[in-house]
């Protein structure tokens, strides 16, 4: 079955600095995608990034970027230019064959003015 | 399109009480999902459905949970009888086919407390 480790729980940055959040997994499966999914304090779960395992580039969006390392089964997410609507629990996710998506226990990111 | 609509957002019962959350996913949409988020154990697949065919309920907590797709608009969890454990938020996921077409959108999930 997979996994996914979220070993940092809380994390704190300053406004306008960048962060790294980290996730790992453990699979078996050669064809996956992962997630980066927030959720604010409203508890709606937004997804902020994807990436396709089979893609080498490293997916993008706007300030959000990750760093995905397959061998290593590491998928980090980077936020640059934090800004207080930043702040959020944010989960790992995978999601392989059957569709199922696995979440992480979360990291609770915290920017603070 | 609405999003994935669930109710109620919060609902307080006492132990031993009948729970019914209800989801509508969005239109189109082939796959639901049933989540339960605690402190403790973070997100739990409970269950999903394909086509209002349930696939793997392996999740389940244990006879007191089931669910239902009667059609492809309409989901139920429902939990008899209910257990102070039980407390958590439930939240419904819907999606379209597989890969990155099969993106989960979820709800805003209802809050359950049971006494």
């Known amino acids: 079955a997979q996994t996914v480790t979220q070993s940092q729980p809380e994390m704190s940055v300053q406004e306008a600095e960048t962060v790294t959040l980290s996730c790992t997994y453990d699979?078996?499966?050669?064809?996956?995608?992962l997630f980066w999914y927030k959720q604010p304090p409203s508890r709606q779960m937004i997804l902020v990034i994807r990436q396709e395992a089979y893609k080498q580039q490293n997916a993008t969006e706007n300030r959000f970027s990750v760093n995905f390392q397959k061998a290593a089964k590491s998928f980090s997410l980077k936020i640059s230019d934090s800004q207080l609507g930043d702040t959020a629990m944010y989960f790992c996710a995978f999601k392989g064959y059957g569709n199922k998506l696995v979440f992480g226990a979360g990291t609770i990111l915290r920017v603070k003015s | 399109d609405a999003g994935v609509i669930q109710s109620p957002r919060h609902e307080v019962t006492e132990m031993g009480q009948e729970v019914t959350l209800r989801c509508k996913p969005i239109s189109g949409h082939d796959y639901l999902f049933w989540y339960r988020q605690t402190m403790m154990r973070g997100l739990e697949l409970l269950i999903y459905?394909?086509?209002?065919?349930?696939?793997?309920d392996s999740g389940m907590p244990e006879d007191r949970f089931s669910a239902k797709m009667p059609n492809a608009s309409f989901s139920t969890l429902k939990i008899q009888p209910s257990e102070p454990r039980d407390s958590a938020v439930y939240f419904c996921?819907?999606?379209f086919g597989q890969g990155f077409r099969g993106e989960l959108f979820f709800g805003e999930g209802s809050r359950l407390t049971v006494l």
């Open positions: 996921a819907s999606s």
């Open positions: 699979t078996s499966e050669n064809n996956y995608y």
């Open positions: 459905f394909n086509n209002n065919v349930p696939i793997d």
